[in-house]
């Protein structure tokens, strides 16, 4: 029998344990770490995140997605919800580096939980890629597996800075250089900066 286990390390606990198919996203119990070479999914709500529309979640969901991550990957569910997010990088030197959810780990994906009841929203005033899949700009990271699924990305164009010819496309779902098998299905993206969807680079194989 395969285990998944959540290592709560706020709360003192040792470990939650399940057997193989286990969802372990029930409850908003804060959760510090994921210890496992494989998890199945876990709930961004764990992590913190609150999902009203008022809340900035920026710092919740990226320590979800560096825990799964860390973790050799998995899913990442959020909930019924609007996710607020903003700029996750403010020393960013370069306008490609400014994001709000950055994936840097292979395998990492993330759920909602459909269209109409999922959202993740721009702040004002954020300038930057929603989501983005590895990196291309001071630095390289190539990303082999990972998904957006079953939720809308609202750009939140009017209270964004406008873009130039050569700075500030900042899209929905931004997909770095070398990038493999990445998966985008059941989504609504709207009012992006640019593109809701941008592969601009070379080296994007088997993703769709």
């Given amino acids: 029998m395969k285990l998944i286990a959540i290592l709560p390390a706020c709360l003192g606990l040792s470990a939650l344990v399940g057997p193989s198919g286990f969802e372990p996203h029930a409850g908003n119990a804060p959760v510090e770490r994921v210890s496992r070479q494989e998890?199945?999914?876990?709930?961004?709500?764990g992590f913190g995140a609150a999902g009203?529309?008022?809340?900035?979640?920026?710092?919740?969901?990226?320590?979800?997605?560096?825990?799964?991550?860390?973790?050799?990957?998995?899913?990442?569910?959020?909930?019924?919800?609007?996710?607020?997010?903003?700029?996750?990088?403010?020393?960013?030197?370069?306008?490609?580096?400014?994001?709000?959810i950055w994936i840097k780990y292979n395998n990492v994906h993330l759920r909602g939980d459909g269209v109409g009841a999922t959202t993740i929203r721009l702040a004002n005033g954020a300038g930057a890629h929603i989501i983005?899949?590895?990196?291309r700009d001071q630095g390289t990271i190539a990303i082999n597996k990972g998904s957006v699924r079953s939720l809308r990305l609202?750009?939140?164009r009017a209270h964004q800075t406008a873009p130039t010819d050569k700075s500030n496309h900042w899209h929905g779902i931004d997909v770095a250089s070398g990038a493999r098998k990445i998966h985008l299905s059941d989504l609504h993206i709207a009012n992006t900066q640019y593109?809701?969807?941008?592969?601009?680079?070379?080296?994007?194989?088997?993703?769709?």
Avoid: C
């Fill in 39 to 45: 998890i199945r999914e876990v709930s961004v709500k």
């Fill in 52 to 100: 009203d529309g008022v809340t900035n979640d920026t710092a919740a969901i990226q320590k979800a997605v560096n825990a799964v991550g860390a973790a050799g990957g998995g899913t990442i569910f959020f909930p019924r919800g609007t996710y607020l997010v903003s700029n996750g990088n403010p020393g960013a030197r370069s306008w490609d580096n400014r994001v709000a």
């Fill in 132 to 135: 983005k899949f590895g990196q």
């Fill in 154 to 156: 609202d750009g939140n």
């Fill in 195 to 208: 593109y809701g969807i941008g592969m601009q680079n070379k080296g994007i194989k088997d993703s769709v």
